[in-house]
T-cell receptor
Framework: AQSVSQHNHHVILSEAASLELGCNYS??????LFWYVQYPGQHLQLLLKYFSGDPLVKGIKGFEAEFIKSKFSFNLRKPSVQWSDTAEYFC????????????FGQGTTLQVKP | DVKVTQSSRYLVKRTGEKVFLECVQD?????MFWYRQDPGLGLRLIYF???????EKGDIPEGYSVSREKKERFSLILESASTNQTSMYLCASRPPPGGGFASPLHFGNGTRLTVT
C-alpha cells in the first residue's frame, strides 16, 4: 500500500545537538516531498519542499533535507537544534500516481531541552 | 499572505448530531482539503476538492461529506456525529497544481471537535 512513514515518533535532544528525522515513502511516479512543522498552539507551516533539481533542499530556520530516490527517503536534518525547535514535524508526499493528494506521515514530536 | 479561516476553534457536540465545519480561504485557490489530526496517526485526508462543485474522497471519508458551492468555502459535514470522530480537523488550500503538485498547502488553525 502507498504510505509515508516516519520512524521516530518522539525525539528528545539537548540544545546544540544534531537532528535527523527519518521519512520514507512508497509511492511511484514523480514525487514532490515536503516537511511541515507545527509549533505548540500554532497551525502547520511549511519548512521546506523538494520538487526537482538538487536533492539537497534547504529550508527555513537552518533545516535541510535530502531526497535519496534509490532509498525512497527524504530525511530532515539540522546541525544544531535550539529550544525553539520544539514542535511536531510532519513529512508529506504528493505523487503523480495519487492525483496530487498530499499524504502525511505519522509525525515526530521533537522536544529540545535547554 | 494566504489566510485560511476555520469558523470554530473548539466545538462540543452530542452523538447523533449533524455537525458542520466551515472553512474559508481568501486567495482564490482552486484546491481545498480536509484532514483530521490524531496523536500517533498524523494527518489523514478525509475529502478534497479541486474546484467548485467537485469533491474527491480521501483515505478516510466514511461518516463525512463535503460541500463546495463557492470557490472560497469548503464545508465538512458529519452526518451523525460519533465519539470516534472526536479529533482536530484541519482545513487547507492550495493554488492549482500547475506543473506537478509542487505547491505547498496553507493550513487553517484547526477545529478541535469533541463528540460526547
Amino acid at each position: 500500500a502507498q504510505s509515508v512513514s516516519q520512524h521516530n515518533h518522539h525525539v528528545i535532544l539537548s540544545e546544540a545537538a544534531s537532528l535527523e528525522l527519518g521519512c520514507n515513502y512508497s509511492y511511484g511516479g514523480t514525487v514532490n516531498l515536503f516537511w511541515y512543522v507545527q509549533y505548540p498552539g500554532q497551525h502547520l507551516q511549511l519548512l521546506l519542499k523538494y520538487f526537482s533539481g538538487d536533492p539537497l533542499v534547504k529550508g527555513i530556520k537552518g533545516f535541510e533535507a535530502e531526497f535519496i530516490k534509490s532509498k525512497f527517503s527524504f530525511n530532515l536534518r539540522k546541525p544544531s537544534v535550539q529550544w525553539s525547535d520544539t514542535a511536531e514535524y510532519f513529512c508529506a508526499v504528493t505523487s503523480s500516481s495519487n492525483t496530487g493528494k498530499l499524504i502525511f506521515g505519522q509525525g515526530t514530536t521533537l522536544q529540545v531541552k535547554p | 499572505d494566504v489566510k485560511v479561516t476555520q469558523s470554530s476553534r473548539y466545538l462540543v457536540k452530542r452523538t447523533g448530531e449533524k455537525v458542520f465545519l466551515e472553512c474559508v480561504q481568501d486567495m482564490d485557490h482552486e484546491n481545498m482539503f480536509w484532514y483530521r489530526q490524531d496523536p500517533g496517526l498524523g494527518l489523514r485526508l478525509i475529502y478534497f476538492s479541486y474546484d467548485v462543485k467537485m469533491k474527491e474522497k480521501g483515505d478516510i471519508p466514511e461518516g463525512y461529506s463535503v460541500s463546495r458551492e463557492k470557490k472560497e468555502r469548503f464545508s465538512l459535514i458529519l452526518e451523525s456525529a460519533s465519539t470516534n470522530q472526536t479529533s482536530m480537523y484541519l482545513c487547507a488550500s492550495r493554488p492549482p497544481p500547475g506543473g506537478g503538485f509542487a505547491s505547498p498547502l496553507h493550513f487553517g488553525n484547526g477545529t478541535r471537535l469533541t463528540v460526547t
